[in-house]
């Protein structure tokens, strides 16, 4: 089946019944809240830790049924199971996509093309929570035998998104004394200020890179070189200096060793491991040293959970499966193009960030993986920002806007950090606008309603709101490790079940290659070779015209 081609999800008998559904689709949550005083209860699920209420998005009647019904007849969960079984579910990279493999315990086995891979990563992990340990505990210092107190990651992608946003997810975690700063844009900025205040005799760079090539990365990591090199104290033997301040993720050995790192020292993941979902491989080395390898574990097992949910759970209760189809109702359906992810929790401020490459990496895809057109609308662009933050930027558009929004929002019922405003519970405070934000986009507000408050009848249609957005609430007891896993992995499962309605394959990239092709051939151009400025379009001469004309040197 992995193989084969896609079901052409418009072709289906389900499909036919949504779509008959979403003509003249016209939802009332107020009517039906009111017709079913239970909905809350009958529309709540549990995933691992976390509780998932549904009863405010756009399921009534027979819409959860039509919606599990494409799901069986697009073969959703048959690709589900192929994908844990290790079949080659990303057919132009002929590859396994195992991601889920990274977590599984170490007395499990699953055997993809001849290897135990589960065997693999827990070698690797070994030999990851091994070097954090010393790095944690002093054992390992700086060439000049000062212990480690910082850590630069030098990554970009899925070798920076997951790290960082887990390090500032699990804050409370961390190890007294030792911080985190991550580089990723190649712009000289990022290197220049995640480099100015810290000591080079108590820095650590970590090189993330699968094939130690990536152009952001290595152009990053020679910078860092330079900088580390030109600001230790004279006489220090350089080659020795790089092979204790730099280590690698990974698997170009060779590379490694040119660079100047110990290719002991390097820690490397797999090839079914795409970029965007290996923040549970090596490539979260800056993690584990910031928080520990037992805290690591506590994470993968949170992604275990999720993923033995996903993988076990029956597709009604199956919370990545609904989730996944209700944005296939929104998106393909109902014609929503964002989707907001708001996370009452400030240590999740870089998690909306973190979902962008997950979801619109995986999904942005026009053609099927068997290379036909796509039959439907694919993807959909995700975005947020954390907390009140949001409400005073954006709800605007949310709550009175005309387009369509459905919108996450995940909060945590214990604080990481519980302070008091006199007799106040910040934290309460903070929960009373999550829950009211969400009643107000459910429920909104009648013109009658504004009216009985005294409004003057001019302003009554400013202040009516006409709620029906559809929301999703997710609660969780606390921000732990354990916790961080069930939600990221319950976000790579509902990309995975939208990409497999909608035929496409979830794990290439092909669409980031043309623009660093480009850029290879315009960086001589750009810093003044005559024939190569001559290959360019019009406009770029232009550009690149503008730019030497106004650069000082």
């Not at 698997?251 to 020292?265: E, Q, R, S, W």
């Not at 903070?430 to 459910?442: E, G, I, K, M, P």
């Not at 990239?509 to 005559?530: F, I, S």
Request: charged share 20%.
């Amino acid at each position: 089946m992995s193989t084969g081609g896609p079901v052409d999800p418009t072709s289906t008998p389900a499909w036919a019944e949504l779509s008959a559904t979403a003509d003249g689709f016209a939802p009332d949550l107020r009517g039906w809240f009111d017709a079913d005083p239970e909905r809350a209860t009958a529309l709540a699920r549990e995933a691992g830790d976390l509780h998932v209420d549904l009863s405010r998005t756009f399921l009534h009647g027979d819409l959860l049924e039509r919606l599990l019904a494409l799901a069986e007849q697009t073969r959703v969960l048959e690709r589900r199971d192929a994908m844990f079984a290790g079949e080659h579910v990303n057919p132009t990279e002929d590859r396994a996509v195992l991601h889920t493999a990274l977590r599984l315990p170490a007395d499990a086995t699953l055997e993809v093309d001849g290897q135990d891979v589960v065997a693999d990563v827990h070698e690797v992990l070994e030999r990851v929570y091994a070097f954090a340990s010393k790095v944690r505990s002093g054992e390992w210092t700086g060439v000049t035998g000062r212990r480690i107190e910082t850590v630069v990651n030098i990554g970009i992608g899925g070798s920076d998104l997951g790290p960082v946003m887990a390090y500032e997810a699990l804050a409370p975690y961390r190890q007294d004394g030792l911080s985190c700063r991550f580089i990723s844009n190649i712009d000289p900025t990022d290197a220049a200020q995640s480099l100015e205040g810290i000591d080079p005799e108590t820095t650590l760079f970590i090189v993330s890179s699968k094939t130690f090539g990536t152009l952001e990365t290595l152009t990053n990591a020679r910078l860092c070189r330079a900088w580390l090199l030109d600001h230790l104290p004279a006489g220090t033997d350089r080659e020795a200096a790089v092979a204790q301040h730099f280590v690698a993720v990974s698997t170009a050995l060779d590379k490694v060793a040119d660079f100047g790192i110990d290719p002991d020292n390097a820690f490397g993941f797999w090839d079914w491991v795409g970029g965007r979902y290996s923040m549970d491989s090596a490539i979260g080395l800056s993690l584990v040293v910031a928080i520990g390898p037992e805290r690591f574990a506590e994470m993968l097992d949170g992604f275990h959970a999720m993923d033995e949910h996903f993988r076990t759970a029956a597709p009604a209760t199956n919370v990545p499966l609904v989730m996944g189809l209700l944005n296939v109702w929104y998106t393909t359906f109902l014609g929503a193009q964002t989707h907001a992810v708001l996370p009452y929790a400030q240590q999740l401020h870089r998690f909306p960030a973190y979902l962008q490459q997950l979801t619109m990496e995986s999904n942005g895809k026009g053609v099927r993986w068997d290379g036909s057109p796509v039959t439907t609308d694919t993807g959909e662009v995700f975005w947020g920002e954390p907390g009140t933050n949001g409400q005073h930027a954006f709800y605007q558009l949310i709550h009175q806007g005309t387009r369509l929004i459905p919108a996450d929002f995940i909060a945590f019922a214990q604080p990481a950090y519980a302070l008091r405003d006199g007799d106040t519970d910040v934290h309460e405070l903070f929960l009373a606008n999550f829950l009211a934000q969400t009643r107000a986009l459910a429920f909104g507000k009648t013109a009658d309603e504004v009216r009985a408050e005294g409004v003057d009848e001019a302003l009554v249609s400013a202040r009516t709101f006409p709620g029906n957005r559809p929301t999703t609430s997710i609660m969780a007891p606390a921000l732990t490790p354990s916790v961080l896993g069930q939600l990221v992995a319950l976000y790579e499962h509902i990309t995975f079940v939208q990409g497999a309605v909608w035929g496409i394959d979830s794990f290439d990239q092909w669409g980031v290659e043309l623009g660093k092709q480009l850029a290879q051939q315009v960086t001589p151009a750009v810093a003044g070779d005559p024939s190569a400025l001559d290959e360019q379009d019009p406009a770029t001469r232009s550009l690149i015209a503008y730019y030497r004309e106004h650069r000082s040197r």
